[in-house]
């Protein structure tokens, strides 16, 4: 799988430097994908998703543009964030698991 490669250049009017993250993500989701072939029997030590580095590096990125700048890689905050966004339709591509079936956007239920 190809690593993560820093580029780092000036932008436009060449007044401050940009680091632009490359990786090559193929091989990693055409890996998911046909994890999601196969059946996982257990709950425990389930696999859930392989996320590319830059994926990482985007969502930390969307967070400390938000305005969480102490937001830190592998923390319990930024996998909370991770979770979320694993739960978000938009991004089952990354999921190596068979999540159920939506559509939409689906509110939290809780059981009494």
């Known amino acids: 799988m190809g690593g993560?490669?820093?580029?780092?250049?000036?932008?436009?009017?060449?007044?401050r430097l940009v680091i632009e993250h490359v990786q090559d993500v193929a091989p990693i989701l055409d890996w998911n994908?046909?994890?999601?072939?196969?059946?996982?029997?257990?709950?425990?030590?389930?696999?859930v998703a392989r996320i590319p580095n830059v994926i990482?590096?985007?969502?930390?990125?969307?967070?400390?543009?938000?305005?969480?700048?102490r937001l830190r890689l592998f923390t319990p905050e930024f996998d909370a964030i991770v979770q979320k966004k694993l739960s978000d339709p938009?991004?089952?591509y990354l999921r190596t698991d068979k999540p159920a079936a939506q559509s939409g956007w689906r509110a939290e239920t809780s059981w009494r």
Not at 4 to 15: E, I, K, N, Q, V
Not at 33 to 47: I, L, P, T, V
């Open 4 to 15: 993560l490669t820093l580029r780092p250049h000036l932008d436009a009017d060449g007044s």
């Open 33 to 47: 994908r046909e994890a999601r072939r196969d059946a996982q029997q257990s709950d425990w030590g389930r696999h």
């Open 56 to 69: 990482y590096v985007k969502w930390l990125n969307e967070e400390y543009a938000g305005g969480n700048t």
């Open 90 to 92: 938009d991004w089952a």
